[in-house]
């Protein structure tokens, strides 16, 4: 079965550095998303990894290893703003978005 | 300014009733969406939209319905035969955002069972 794992929640302080990892198997592989959705609210798009490596978008990165089924987000000089969820997709061979269940980010000042 | 809308925010359910969620996009894209988000749980997909008239179902369709008879509309009907119906619904069209196709997600309608 296809399958996407994320931590169910974390915990960083304002102005820290935080990574989030996810680790996926899916039946074939067309790219790697990651969503932010405040509580109650519609995900965003934050970025898209294909190829293997880094992907740096202002204060947020995300990093793709497709060997491993593995990517990481990370969020640098945390803000308060920052608290949401993250959520990891990734799009199978048939061009459908898999989801994760999403990590729960809280920022403490 | 060009989006996706979603109304009712909040909907309630009796028993046996159908009810029906409004989607709505400006955006002139092709492609819509129904997932279904529970707590817990990653977005699960209902129903889907490649182009107008044409419909296909997605991992967890029983109990509902849609129609797509306009580009811009792809209301989603939960029927009596859904019976845990209570959970965030969130409709979603595809776009791109600079070079990446990716999804654009109305803010979502939470439907409670009374």
């Known amino acids: 079965g296809q399958n996407i794992d994320q931590p169910t929640e974390m915990t960083a302080t304002e102005g820290a550095i935080v990574q989030i990892n996810c680790t996926y198997q899916t039946s074939g592989f067309n790219g790697l998303f990651w969503y932010q959705q405040h509580a109650g609210e519609a995900p965003t798009f934050l970025s898209y990894n294909v190829l293997d490596g880094l992907e740096e978008k202002g204060r947020f990165s995300s990093f793709l290893s497709r060997s491993k089924g593995y990517s990481y987000l990370l969020l640098k000089e945390l803000q308060m703003k920052d608290s949401a969820s993250y959520l990891c997709?990734?799009?199978?061979?048939?061009?459908?978005?898999?989801w994760g269940a999403g990590t729960k980010l809280i920022i403490k000042p | 300014d060009g989006g996706i809308t979603q109304s009712p925010k909040y909907l309630f359910r009796k028993e046996g009733q159908n009810v029906t969620l409004s989607c709505e996009q400006n955006?002139?894209?092709?492609?819509m969406y129904w997932y279904r988000q529970d707590p817990g749980q990653g977005l699960r997909l209902i129903y889907y939209?490649?182009?107008?008239?044409?419909?296909q179902k997605g991992d967890i369709a029983e109990g509902y319905s849609v129609s797509r008879e306009k580009k811009e509309s792809f209301p989603l009907t939960v029927t009596s035969a859904q019976k845990n119906p209570t959970a965030f619904y969130l409709c979603?069209?595809?776009?791109?955002?600079?070079?990446?196709?990716?999804?654009?997600f109305g803010p979502g309608t939470r439907l409670l069972v009374l």
């Open positions: 997709a990734v799009m199978d061979s048939n061009y459908q978005l898999i």
């Open positions: 955006l002139n894209h092709d492609a």
């Open positions: 939209s490649q182009i107008v008239n044409d419909f």
């Open positions: 979603a069209s595809t776009g791109l955002a600079g070079e990446v196709e990716t999804q654009y």
